[in-house]
């Protein structure tokens, strides 16, 4: 039920959550809980590799990729592979002009 709850707030732009130190506002509490540790500087995650910490476990997983080499998206027109879906749609964008 609350899954639900979440998505519809997509459809609704209701953002339940918000941060007592600044007013931002957010649909669901993991999302406001990231927010919260730009406030006290938290970083929960770190990396496998080097120990580098980071306030989110998405960040902390891209950075390891800066260890393995993984670039898991890759163009299917020439081959070229990324790390980040970012870049990825950046550089689809060169083969539309």
Not at 16 to 43: M, N
Not at 80 to 94: A, D, L
């Amino acid at each position: 039920y609350s899954s639900y709850l979440r998505h519809e707030r997509i459809h609704t732009g209701e953002k339940a959550y918000e941060c007592k130190q600044c007013s931002k506002a957010f649909p669901d509490y993991s999302t406001y809980l990231r927010h919260e540790r730009t406030h006290t500087g938290e970083k929960p995650y770190k990396c496998t590799q080097c120990g580098k910490a980071f306030s989110c476990y998405y960040y902390t997983r891209l950075h390891e990729r800066t260890h393995t080499g993984e670039q898991p998206y890759a163009c299917q027109q020439c081959g070229k592979t990324f790390y980040h879906h970012t870049s990825f749609r950046r550089h689809m964008v060169t083969h539309t002009r």
